[in-house]
Nanobody
Framework: QAPLVESGGGSVQPGGSLRLSCGVS????????MGWFRQAPGKEREGLAI????????TSALSVKDRVTISADNALNTLYLEMDNLRPEDTALYYC???????????????WGQGTQVTVSS
C-alpha cells in the first residue's frame, strides 16, 4: 500500500467547496509534518498548508490562507484539505506530502502521493 493516497478530486463550480482526503500509512504515518500542495499545468508546485502532527498546529500559505483548512482524523490515518470559494485558477493536481526535509513552501518533503485532480469551471 502506498504511504499516501489522495482522493476527493473532481469537477467543481466556481464558488463551490471541496474536501480532499489523503490516506496515510507506513512510513508516512510517523511524520511530524504533513502538508498539501498543488501544481497547475505550466506552473511550479505550490504549498498550501502544513500540519505539525504532534500538536495539530497548522500553517497556511498567504495566497490561500482565508480559503483553506488542513486537518486530520484522531488517529492520523487521514489528512484532509478543505477549500472554499473555489476559482478557476484553483484548477490543479493536488498532492499530500509527509516527512519535512527542509522548507515546506518549497515542497521539501520525503514522501508524496500521486495526486488528485481538481477542476474548477462552470
Amino acid at each position: 500500500q502506498a504511504p499516501l493516497v489522495e482522493s476527493g478530486g473532481g469537477s467543481v463550480q466556481p464558488g463551490g467547496s471541496l474536501r480532499l482526503s489523503c490516506g496515510v500509512s507506513g512510513v508516512a504515518a510517523s511524520s511530524q509534518y504533513m502538508g498539501w500542495f498543488r501544481q497547475a499545468p505550466g506552473k511550479e508546485r505550490e504549498g498550501l498548508a502544513i500540519m505539525y502532527t504532534p500538536a495539530r498546529t497548522t500553517t497556511s500559505a498567504l495566497s490561500v490562507k482565508d480559503r483553506v483548512t488542513i486537518s486530520a482524523d484522531n488517529a492520523l490515518n487521514t489528512l484532509y484539505l478543505e477549500m472554499d470559494n473555489l476559482r478557476p485558477e484553483d484548477t490543479a493536481l493536488y498532492y499530500c506530502a509527509a516527512g519535512l526535509n527542509g522548507d515546506w513552501l518549497k515542497g521539501e518533503f520525503k514522501t508524496w502521493g500521486q495526486g488528485t485532480q481538481v477542476t474548477v469551471s462552470s
